[in-house]
Antibody, heavy 122, light 108 residues
Framework: QVQLVESGGGVVQPGRSLRLSCAAS????????LHWVRQSPGKGLEWVAV????????YYADSMKGRFTISRDNSKNTLFLQMNSLRAEDTALYFC???????????????WGQGTLVTVSS | EIVMTQFPATLSVSPGERATLSCRAS??????LAWYQHKPGQAPRLLIY???TRATGVPARFTGSGSGTEFTLTISSLQSEDFALYYC???????????FGQGTQVEI
């Protein structure tokens, strides 16, 4: 069955960096676009970024552009999110999610991981 | 940016009763509307997409309806495992951004 397992969260000071990972199994990883979505207490669910199946095209939410970088390693079935210049408002539970559309992009999330918690605090 | 509004914020129901959750979009999203179920410590689960199509393995007691700006998720007879947080999500517009509702908590 499809599984997505996030890791790499933790407590980090403002301005520092953190790298999240998402290990995937149960499907052909290289056929699907993958997303990061976050859930923060005051703002609910918020889409963060997407990377298409071949890793060539990436898109970000405006508030993350220039600070976050999404990437993937199709040989290791792993998705990444490099987060730099972290702010208190980046505190959230970060989920990876698979796009519904095989070989394309739909912006609909059919499988999610359980999330990894990032806390930005001094 | 499209704003999704869910109501009520909290729905108190008893097992076996019907639950009706609503979601409104600030502009038309056609039928590009999904519902997710989320329990603490678990991965969110896709229930409904295309406004009314149940995802794989979703019980028939979950029914989605609506189009344009008004949508409804109905749980015909609540089971104990259905008590959870439910989100609506529009995927009609790019970029995705804040395209989720704030959620409806279904509680006993």
């Amino acid at each position: 069955q499809v599984q997505l397992v996030e890791s790499g969260g933790g407590v980090v000071q403002p301005g520092r960096s953190l790298r999240l990972s998402c290990a995937a199994s149960g499907f052909t990883f290289s056929n699907y676009a993958l997303h990061w979505v976050r859930q923060s207490p005051g703002k609910g669910l918020e889409w963060v970024a997407v990377i298409l199946y071949d890793g060539r095209n990436k898109y970000y939410a405006d508030s993350m552009k220039g600070r976050f970088t999404i990437s993937r390693d199709n040989s290791k079935n792993t998705l990444f999110l490099q987060m730099n210049s972290l702010r208190a408002e980046d505190t959230a539970l970060y989920f990876c999610a698979r796009d519904f559309l095989r070989g394309g992009y739909r912006g609909l999330f059919d499988y999610w991981g359980q999330g990894t918690l990032v806390t930005v605090s001094s | 940016e499209i704003v999704m509004t869910q109501f009520p914020a909290t729905l108190s129901v008893s097992p076996g009763e019907r639950a009706t959750l609503s979601c409104r979009a600030s502009q038309s999203v056609s039928s590009n509307l999904a519902w997710y179920q989320h329990k603490p410590g678990q991965a969110p689960r896709l229930l409904i997409y295309g406004a009314s199509t149940r995802a794989t393995g979703v019980p028939a007691r979950f029914t989605g309806s609506g189009s344009g700006t008004e949508f409804t998720l109905t749980i015909s007879s609540l089971q104990s495992e259905d008590f959870a947080l439910y989100y609506c999500h529009q995927y009609n517009n790019w970029p995705p951004g804040r395209t989720f509702g704030q959620g409806t908590q279904v509680e006993i």
